[in-house]
Every structure is written in structure tokens, then in C-alpha cells.
T-cell receptor, first 111, second 112 residues
């Protein structure tokens, strides 16, 4: 099925460990986004990309890095995980403001 | 900066009750407005959107929303909710560069 695929779906990290979340879309969308979702805070934008090779900071970028080497992939990295990064992470892509397609999410716990 | 506020954080209704969830926006440009729904354990899905034209927008699953420019509002409504409508609902507005800015969400619990 066409859409946005996130891997992994679940992960537990120890404080200080690093990891990369992968987002892949097969809809040829230019724009891709990483959000985190926390109770009572809605979705907050971490980083986004308006095209291959470009990235930009969102609302809460600290502690995260991203890369968009290929149009279909958008990677989110945590270099040194902290408990405050325990969250559910959603990737999304869009062809404009007419609608986002979201991935199924990654539930990350940092202990 | 563009922002959106949702007044109700938690709503509990019985089946067949009517629903109205509030959304107010602060946005200086062309008004595009969205409602997304997130069912338990799932990702966000587009419920409906407003770009222009008729301010009463029909969405999926019997939902509708009315854009009232004078009140900066885009409230979500459904005449008769079902147990399967239990979910979290998010209002969103554009934030530039094709970004969306989401409200904090409203958790709806429908009891059978």
C-alpha cells in the first residue's frame, strides 16, 4: 500500500544511547516532517524538509538531527538520548497544504 | 505566529449525543483549516479541511465543521456520535513552508 512507513515501531533506549528513526514514503512527496506527540501538548514539529537535500528546524529541534539524502527517505537521529525524549514520533509527508499522510508512529522510551 | 487553540481537552458523551468541539485560530494569511482524528493506537487521519467557498465543510464519517471568519473559529460537529468515534481530535492551521501547526487535541470518549 502506498503511504508513509516508519521503522522501528517501538524502541527502548538507555540514556546516552543513539538511534535513528527511518521514514520512507512512496508518493513522490516533496515535503516531509517529523513530529513528536506528548500528552496534553498535541503534535510539535521537530524538523522538516521541503525537498531532497534540504532540512530545516521546527518548533522543538534540540537534541535531534535529520537528513534527507533521498527524496523518499527522511531520517531522524538522536545522538545522545535523554528521558525527555520519551515520546511518540510521527513522520508525515505532503504535496502541499492539501493534506498530510502520516506514518503509524514510533513509540520511544528512554530510561 | 500562526496558532490554534482547542478549548475542550476531554469530552465524554453518550452514544447518540451531539458533538461540538471548539477550535479557534490566529492566522494572518489565507485561511486553510484542518481537522484530524487519531483513533486509539493509530496515526492521524484527515477528517476534513477548509480552503475556500462554502464555510460548512462535510467530512468523513458524518463529521462537519463550520468556518466562521468573524469568530476565527472552525468548530467540529457531529449530530449523533457513536462508540467508534472515541478518539483524539486535532485542529490544525498552516504554519508556512507547507507546515501544519496543531492544537493540543481533544480526547473524546463515547460511552455505549
Amino acid at each position: 500500500n502506498a503511504g508513509v512507513t516508519q521503522t522501528p515501531k517501538f524502541r527502548v533506549l538507555k540514556t546516552g544511547q543513539s538511534m535513528t528513526l527511518l521514514c520512507a514514503q512512496d508518493m513522490n512527496h516533496e515535503y516531509m516532517y517529523w513530529y513528536r506527540q506528548d500528552p496534553g501538548m498535541g503534535l510539535r514539529l521537530i524538523h522538516y524538509s521541503v525537498g531532497e537535500g534540504t532540512t530545516a528546524k521546527g518548533e522543538v529541534p534540540d537534541g535531534y538531527n535529520v537528513s534527507r539524502l533521498k527524496k523518499q527517505n527522511f531520517l531522524l537521529g538522536l545522538e545522545s538520548a535523554a528521558p525527555s525524549q520519551t515520546s511518540v514520533y510521527f513522520c508525515a509527508s505532503s504535496y502541499g497544504q492539501r493534506g498530510y499522510t502520516f506514518g503509524s508512529g514510533t513509540r520511544l522510551t528512554v530510561v | 505566529a500562526q496558532s490554534v487553540s482547542q478549548h475542550n481537552h476531554h469530552v465524554i458523551l453518550s452514544e447518540a449525543a451531539s458533538l461540538e468541539l471548539g477550535c479557534n485560530y490566529s492566522y494572518g494569511g489565507t485561511v486553510n483549516l484542518f481537522w484530524y482524528v487519531q483513533y486509539p493506537g493509530q496515526h492521524l487521519q484527515l477528517l476534513l479541511k477548509y480552503f475556500s467557498g462554502d464555510p460548512l465543510v462535510k467530512g468523513i464519517k458524518g463529521f462537519e465543521a463550520e468556518f466562521i471568519k468573524s469568530k476565527f473559529s472552525f468548530n467540529l460537529r457531529k449530530p449523533s456520535v457513536q462508540w467508534s468515534d472515541t478518539a483524539e481530535y486535532f485542529c490544525a492551521v498552516p504554519g508556512g513552508f507547507q507546515k501544519l501547526v496543531f492544537g493540543t487535541g481533544t480526547r473524546l470518549l463515547v460511552s455505549p
